[in-house]
């Protein structure tokens, strides 16, 4: 299953219609290695990348070791979303509250506790009017065929190893109902995705399962 780079296109091309109709910042929720920092076409977006300290300081590290320059509309952003305020943290970076702002969150929703989520869902939708949140996540298991379940497991096992257990799961009626201070909500599953960006392959790559969806939000 290939999951990764179709939700940082699916992203990058609603950042492409927000950056058109004037948001002017993008914030990484959870940034991870992402690149878009230093792949930005947008020379007025300003973007925050926020991530745990930890994460944050080892990517830092890395880039240090190469020959890419820290682009100068970038800003880092350390946040633990369990125990800092996101809000707190983007002031502090300069963040302007009053200005229109996409927000991507991707890779970070199963890992958190139901009120990190909403605290950081009710943050970006405090944004003004014409900003968006983008983020992915994944159904509980008991939705899932019995096949996709022990995928699930697998997974579980793994991250829960690696010390990140999974912890939190919607469905598509559930995440609406988080999502209720949006409107033109969009929830996209493994079919939407492959006929997105995936039609026409000669090497019959896809997105399998069902487990994982993305979904679109607008203020």
């Given at each position: 299953?290939?999951?990764?780079?179709?939700?940082?296109?699916?992203?990058?091309?609603?950042?492409?219609?927000a950056?058109?109709?004037?948001?002017?910042?993008?914030?990484?929720?959870?940034?991870?290695?992402?690149?878009?920092?230093h792949?930005?076409?947008h020379?007025s977006?300003?973007?925050?990348?926020?991530?745990?300290?930890?994460?944050?300081?080892?990517?830092?590290?890395?880039?240090?070791?190469?020959?890419?320059?820290?682009?100068?509309?970038?800003?880092?952003?350390?946040?633990?979303?369990?125990?800092?305020?996101?809000?707190?943290?983007?002031?502090?970076?300069?963040?302007?509250?009053?200005?229109?702002?996409?927000?991507?969150?991707?890779?970070?929703?199963?890992?958190?506790?139901?009120?990190?989520?909403?605290?950081?869902?009710?943050?970006?939708?405090?944004?003004?009017?014409?900003?968006?949140?983008v983020?992915?996540?994944?159904?509980?298991?008991?939705?899932?065929?019995?096949?996709?379940?022990?995928?699930h497991?697998?997974?579980?096992?793994?991250?829960r190893?690696?010390?990140?257990?999974?912890?939190?799961?919607?469905?598509?009626?559930?995440?609406?109902?988080?999502?209720?201070?949006?409107?033109?909500?969009?929830?996209?599953?493994?079919?939407?995705?492959?006929a997105?960006?995936f039609?026409?392959?000669?090497?019959?790559?896809?997105?399998?399962?069902?487990?994982?969806?993305?979904?679109?939000?607008?203020?």
């Open positions: 299953m290939l999951f990764s780079s179709p939700r940082s296109r699916y992203a990058e091309d609603l950042l492409a219609h950056v058109a109709g004037g948001v002017t910042q993008y914030v990484l929720l959870g940034a991870g290695l992402d690149t878009f920092a792949r930005n076409p020379p977006l300003r973007v925050f990348e926020v991530d745990h300290p930890a994460t944050q300081q080892w990517k830092r590290e890395l880039i240090e070791s190469t020959s890419l320059a820290a682009p100068h509309n970038l800003s880092y952003v350390p946040v633990d979303f369990e125990r800092q305020s996101l809000a707190a943290q983007l002031q502090a970076a300069d963040f302007n509250t009053a200005a229109t702002t996409f927000f991507a969150w991707l890779g970070v929703v199963p890992y958190l506790t139901l009120e990190a989520f909403r605290a950081t869902v009710a943050f970006s939708a405090a944004q003004p009017p014409g900003s968006g949140l983020l992915d996540y994944s159904q509980p298991r008991s939705v899932l065929s019995p096949v996709e379940q022990l995928a497991d697998s997974l579980a096992s793994r991250v190893l690696a010390g990140e257990s999974f912890q939190l799961f919607f469905t598509p009626r559930e995440i609406a109902a988080e999502l209720a201070a949006f409107h033109a909500i969009e929830d996209i599953g493994s079919q939407e995705i492959n997105r960006y039609s026409n392959r000669t090497d019959s790559l896809k997105v399998l399962g069902s487990a994982g969806r993305f979904v679109s939000a607008w203020r």
